[in-house]
């Protein structure tokens, strides 16, 4: 049992770098960067692209932001980008609380035979977090190369991936690796106490066990014990039902 502790450990804490990342990648402005393609360019300005804001970088070491300020005004891919990344920052969210109640290594509903199957709960949630990253940022990836080298396209500037999608990926591959072993791990201790309520042979983990066979020899010499204790006693039933009869006829 001490390995599948281990193992939901590290699922665990794979599934908070997921978190980590995705909450760090939602935020940052670096999904798209300005791309230059030929090197025979001059430009005093860096543009990048965020679900939120948009910024730019001059070389005088000026940085500016703006943030959207229309949600209607949005394109589509953008509006979708944004509720599936906040979908899979609540999720992971929800993932992280779940499985430090369910693991083993908590004191959190230690006497509920449901534990494992809330671990497993909190590593399916890390799992679809990760899909959710994992979908924005292949998205957010296609449209960026469909743009790049599109020769019929009007924009008169052209955007790269930025690290910001590098690090959704990243975060989405650490959520589905850590939610896989947490569930595989917490599967196995479902069912080791789910087999141990099944089994009354088994013993709980605050019950003292006493074999069957101690216990009917308790009551073997129980039984044993009382003719003895009626015999030095002196006085038997037999006897006083024989007094009461003699009496009774004279």
């Not at 896989?180 to 309520?197: E, I």
Request: include cysteine; hydrophobic fraction near 40%.
């Amino acid at each position: 049992m001490m390995g599948t502790m281990a193992q939901q450990l590290l699922g665990f804490f794979l599934g908070l770098l997921g978190l980590v990342g995705t909450l760090t990648s939602t935020v940052l402005p670096h999904w798209r960067q300005t791309a230059y393609f030929s090197t025979n360019f001059i430009t005093a300005s860096y543009y990048m692209k965020g679900l939120w804001m948009e910024c730019v970088s001059h070389t005088a070491g000026i940085y500016q932001c703006e943030f959207h300020r229309s949600m209607l005004s949005l394109p589509k891919d953008l509006l979708a980008a944004r509720i599936l990344m906040v979908l899979s920052c609540t999720t992971s969210i929800l993932a992280a609380i779940l499985s430090a109640v369910g693991m083993k290594c908590t004191r959190c509903a230690y006497q509920c035979h449901a534990k494992g199957s809330i671990a497993v709960s909190g590593g399916s949630c890390f799992i679809l977090a990760g899909l959710f990253c994992l979908i924005t940022t292949s998205w957010t990836t296609c449209d960026v190369i469909r743009d790049a080298y599109d020769p019929f396209s009007t924009s008169g500037m052209k955007y790269e991936i930025g690290l910001a999608v590098y690090i959704s990926f990243s975060s989405a591959i650490f959520s589905i690796c850590g939610g896989g072993m947490l569930c595989v791990a917490s599967w196995d201790v479902r069912n080791y106490l789910s087999h141990k309520v099944a089994d009354p042979q088994v013993p709980g983990p605050n019950k003292c066990h006493i074999p069957a066979y101690q216990a009917n020899t308790a009551f073997e010499s129980d039984h044993s014990s009382s003719p003895n204790f009626s015999s030095s006693s002196g006085y038997r039933l037999s006897d006083s039902i024989s007094e009461s009869s003699i009496k009774s006829k004279i």
